[in-house]
Each structure stands twice: as structure tokens, then as C-alpha cells.
Antibody
Framework: DVQLQESGPDLVKPSQSLSLTCTVT?????????WHWIRQFPGNKLEWMGY???????NYNPSLKSRISITRDTSKNQFFLQLNSVTTEDTATYYC??????????WGAGTTVTVSS | DILLTQSPAILSVSPGERVSFSCRAS??????IHWYQQRTNGSPRLLIK???ESISGIPSRFSGSGSGTDFTLSINSVESEDIADYYC?????????FGGGTKLEIK
């Protein structure tokens, strides 16, 4: 079975960069699917952030386009989220998920990141 | 962006009752809607894909319907384990968007 697990710091200072890792087991991220980051704000609103395709191409939410980067390390079967110039409004639970023909079929457990000085 | 509006915000039903969740899209999206369940402190779990297609491992009491702008997720006979938030998500266009969710409470 495909499993995803997020990791990274749980506290980031305003104006700094947020960096998270998603480790995928049970499936190679270069074999198929797209690999997404989705966040859930306090109050439970869900926001799709972007993905990296198995081919290596990326697509981002225009609301984040100037601040976001999604990359990967195929040797470790991991993909990464970097979000620059964070503010308190980036405080959220961040999920990685696999995308399959438009829907998200496997999600990680999520990691909560607080932006605070 | 396509706006998805879910109503009501909270549903309260008794065990064994049938319940329906509504999701309305701001423009026609065919059947490109997917439903998720999120239990307390859990991750979203895919329940239904493409408006009405079932997902392996999901109980048969969950079903979906609709097309165009109006969609419905139904639970045929609610059980206590169904207490959760339910979200719709569209894949008609980028960026992918989610509805605001409906909370299911059991009386």
C-alpha cells in the first residue's frame, strides 16, 4: 500500500521559509500519479497548494505562485514543499497526498506548522 | 476559481437515519466532484469519486449523485462512526478547490 508521511519543523518565524518533506513508501514517485501539498487552516478550510508530477513537472495554486516551490529527491522517494516569506496566515496543518485523475486518494497524517515569532 | 458551497454547516441525525450533504459549484463542472470524510484529528479520506463512483473499502451506505452544479453525498443508514466533517472537491479546473465542509453530528 502507498503511504505518505510529512515531516518538518512545527514552528517557523514570520518572513522565514517553511520547508516540509513528504516521504512516500510503497510506490515510486517516478512511476505515476501526481504528488500534492494541501493545507488546512484553523477553522478547517482546505487549500490545494500545488503538485509535482511523476514526470517532474509542477503546477501551483496562483494564490501562492510567487512563494511556493515543490521539488523531489527520487533517490529517497521524497518530495518537498518550500513556502517563502511566511506570515501568521500560513499557520496550518500541511498534508501531502497522491493525486489520481483529479482526486486525492492517499493522504499523509499531516503536520501542523505554526508561524510565530 | 470554482467556488464550492456546502450546506448546511451542521447536520444532526439519529443513528439509522438517512442523511444527505449538499455541494453546489459556482459553475458547471460535469461530474468532476469528489467527496471526503475527515474524522476528528484524522486526515481526509476519499469516499466517492466523480460524483457517484464508489471507492474500494468504503461502506456501501455511502453514495453520491449529481452533475453540473448540484451534488449530493448520502449516507443510507447513519452509524456512530460516521461522525465527521465531510468535504467536496472539484477537479474540473485548476486550482483544485474544496467546499467549506459539513459537520455530521449524531443525536
Amino acid at each position: 500500500d502507498v503511504q505518505l508521511q510529512e515531516s518538518g519543523p512545527d514552528l517557523v518565524k514570520p518572513s522565514q521559509s517553511l520547508s516540509l518533506t513528504c516521504t512516500v513508501t510503497g510506490y515510486s514517485i517516478t512511476s505515476g500519479y501526481s504528488w500534492h501539498w494541501i493545507r488546512q487552516f484553523p477553522g478547517n478550510k482546505l487549500e490545494w497548494m500545488g503538485y509535482i508530477h511523476y514526470s517532474g513537472s509542477t503546477n501551483y495554486n496562483p494564490s501562492l505562485k510567487s512563494r511556493i516551490s515543490i521539488t523531489r529527491d527520487t533517490s529517497k522517494n521524497q518530495f518537498f514543499l518550500q513556502l517563502n516569506s511566511v506570515t501568521t496566515e500560513d499557520t496550518a496543518t500541511y498534508y501531502c497526498a497522491s493525486g489520481n485523475y483529479g482526486y486525492f486518494d492517499v493522504w499523509g497524517a499531516g503536520t501542523t506548522v505554526t508561524v510565530s515569532s | 476559481d470554482i467556488l464550492l458551497t456546502q450546506s448546511p454547516a451542521i447536520l444532526s441525525v439519529s443513528p439509522g437515519e438517512r442523511v444527505s450533504f449538499s455541494c453546489r459549484a459556482s459553475q458547471s463542472i460535469g461530474t468532476s466532484i469528489h467527496w471526503y470524510q475527515q474524522r476528528t484529528n484524522g486526515s481526509p479520506r476519499l469516499l466517492i469519486k466523480y460524483a457517484s463512483e464508489s471507492i474500494s473499502g468504503i461502506p456501501s451506505r455511502f453514495s453520491g449523485s449529481g452533475s453540473g452544479t448540484d451534488f449530493t453525498l448520502s449516507i443510507n443508514s447513519v452509524e456512530s462512526e460516521d461522525i465527521a466533517d465531510y468535504y467536496c472537491q472539484q477537479s474540473n479546473s485548476w486550482p483544485r478547490t474544496f467546499g467549506g465542509g459539513t459537520k455530521l453530528e449524531i443525536k
